[in-house]
């Protein structure tokens, strides 16, 4: 089988890729622009310049990686109650536990995927105002 | 009354049995989808009849693909109408050339040939972000208007009537942060009394409006903003403003027997999306028939996207009726706080709406350039597609 194809002389892009004579389908001049390409050949396959023929390549994009966000109701039930009781009481003395509730109130939402989200997460583990087994149902 | 058609379809779809307009035809077919095929008149053919031949080549694709490119929207096909004298016995070949779908390349062509004819053929449209010039002329040009320019239309060749050239791709620029989708080009009208028109062209941050048969796509007034799609009786509007509260769409333009898509409406406050109007696509109809041809589609309504801190609210873009191109997306702001949404495609023969960055560009229809995209996270992705090519014939049988 002979394939023909118009390469675009801009990049040299095929297009019109045909198993047909191009002089029986098309204009005389177009068809005379036609070029012999391999059976395997498709549309948007490119000629370079030393008349090779390079496949179209089709790149598959990235997996998604899925941000997981968390409302302030699902962030405090994941906490046990004496978990809870304990950030009340102890928002007055840790500047950085307040603050990251602060936010959490207003903005109702907080990324736990977010990189500082997750150092602040596992700070409170440290200072022990949160268990291991806690901060594991709140990190991605 | 004549045979309705939906718009694109089929590889080959007859008609006949009546006359959309009294006339010298009773019988009609089209070739809408990428190809080659065969027909043979047939042994009640009148061959004391010319058959009038209508092709046109495939839309180009918007100019972006993953982050490359530029955001020009696609040109749409040229068209080459005939009237040819045919035999009953030859076998005549229709080649339907491939809508482009690489955001450097061209659509395909389409021809009608055979034996003791002369062959008419249509170029595609050039796909956004290639400059390179078709060959030949429109009728009565002895230049091309258009020749260095990004998603130039296709043209035709051959036709014993008139050749015409494909409208261009609407203006669109490349950036993550502030990029823009221009629309795609429409194909010439049916009536081959003009060449197609060309896409809206676009601001930062906006997606416009693809061409119609009969009006240009609208630009985008301004930043962050949208425009609908022209309809096959008037242009659509843009959008003038979006703010962190709010956001709308420019309306479809009007159809001959159809309305323009409404444009959408998002609205947020304190981090509630309050209430969001999706954007209508355009009505009408399309005639294709033995002594007509008619497309009445209108525009689509134009997309909107606003956002209130973490809250992101939006709706896609219309897409057009028969003729008439797709609505513009936009989608409110950089990569941080984007809504991500879908342009409009266009009707048969009409432009793809634009899409700003992140929002792909819509497809074309049947001959119509697809439209770009500002911006786009992955290879393959971003642009909206050119149509294939089309190929309608008119004849008369003995009855």
């Known amino acids: ?140 | 009354m004549g045979r309705r058609f939906p718009s694109g379809g089929g590889q080959s779809t007859g008609g006949g049995g009546g006359a959309g307009a009294s006339g010298k035809y009773n019988q009609c077919k089209m070739w809408s989808s990428n190809g080659t095929y065969y027909w043979q008149p047939g042994a009640d053919f009148d061959e004391s009849v010319p058959v009038r031949v209508y092709v046109w080549g495939a839309g180009g694709c918007g100019g972006m693909d993953g982050g490359s490119g530029n955001g020009y929207g696609g040109g749409g096909g040229g068209l080459a109408i005939s009237e040819l004298t045919l035999g009953k016995t030859t076998t005549y070949t229709i080649n339907i050339g491939l809508g482009s779908a690489s955001y450097a390349s061209t659509g395909g062509t389409s021809a009608f040939s055979g034996s003791g004819i002369t062959t008419l053929q249509a170029s595609g449209g050039r796909s956004g972000n290639s400059n390179s010039d078709p060959s030949g002329n429109s009728t009565g040009e002895s230049s091309n208007p258009q020749s260095g320019q990004y998603g130039q239309g296709g043209v035709g060749t051959g036709g014993n009537i008139v050749n015409r050239r494909g409208g261009r791709g609407g203006f669109g620029n490349n950036s993550s942060g502030s990029g823009c989708g221009g629309g795609g080009g429409s194909a010439p009208a049916p009536s081959g009394q003009r060449d197609g028109h060309q896409g809206g062209y676009a601001s930062s941050y906006s997606g416009t409006g693809g061409a119609s048969i009969h009006f240009p796509g609208t630009g985008t007034y301004t930043s962050y903003t949208s425009s609908g799609g022209a309809g096959t009786a008037g242009q659509g509007t843009s959008s003038v403003s979006t703010s962190t509260y709010y956001s709308y769409g420019g309306q479809g333009g009007a159809g001959l027997d159809g309305h323009g898509g409404h444009g959408s409406s998002s609205n947020t406050y304190s981090n509630t999306s309050l209430a969001t109007t999706r954007a209508s696509d355009g009505g009408g109809s399309a005639i294709w028939a033995p002594n007509m041809i008619f497309l009445g589609g209108g525009g689509g309504g134009g997309g909107s996207a606003t956002y209130q801190s973490s809250e992101k609210a939006g709706t896609n873009a219309g897409c057009g009726g028969p003729g008439a191109g797709g609505g513009g997306a936009h989608g409110y702001g950089g990569s941080g706080n984007h809504a991500y949404m879908l342009a409009g495609s266009g009707g048969i023969l009409g432009g793809g709406g634009g899409g700003d960055a992140y929002c792909p560009g819509g497809a074309g229809g049947n001959a119509g350039g697809g439209g770009g995209c500002g911006y786009a996270m992955y290879p393959s992705y971003g642009h909206g597609n050119g149509g294939d090519g089309l190929v309608f014939i008119q004849y008369k049988i003995l009855v």
């Open chain 1, 1 to 140: 089988m002979t394939k023909w194809a118009f390469p675009d002389p801009n990049n040299g892009t095929l297009v019109d890729v045909t198993e047909i004579d191009p002089a029986k389908i098309f204009v005389a001049e177009y068809a005379a622009q036609f070029v012999e390409v391999p059976d395997d050949t498709n549309n948007g396959d490119v000629r370079n310049s030393k008349g090779k023929i390079e496949k179209k390549e089709f790149v598959a994009p990235p997996e998604v990686v899925q941000e997981k966000v968390l409302t302030e109701a699902d962030f405090l039930s994941s906490l046990t109650r004496d978990e809870r009781k304990g950030i009340k009481a102890a928002r007055a003395s840790n500047e950085d536990l307040d603050d990251f509730m602060t936010m959490l109130e207003k903005r109702t939402l907080v990324n736990m995927s977010d990189a500082d989200n997750q150092a602040d997460v596992k700070a409170f583990v440290t200072a022990k105002l949160i268990s291991q087994a806690s901060a594991d149902k709140i990190l991605p």
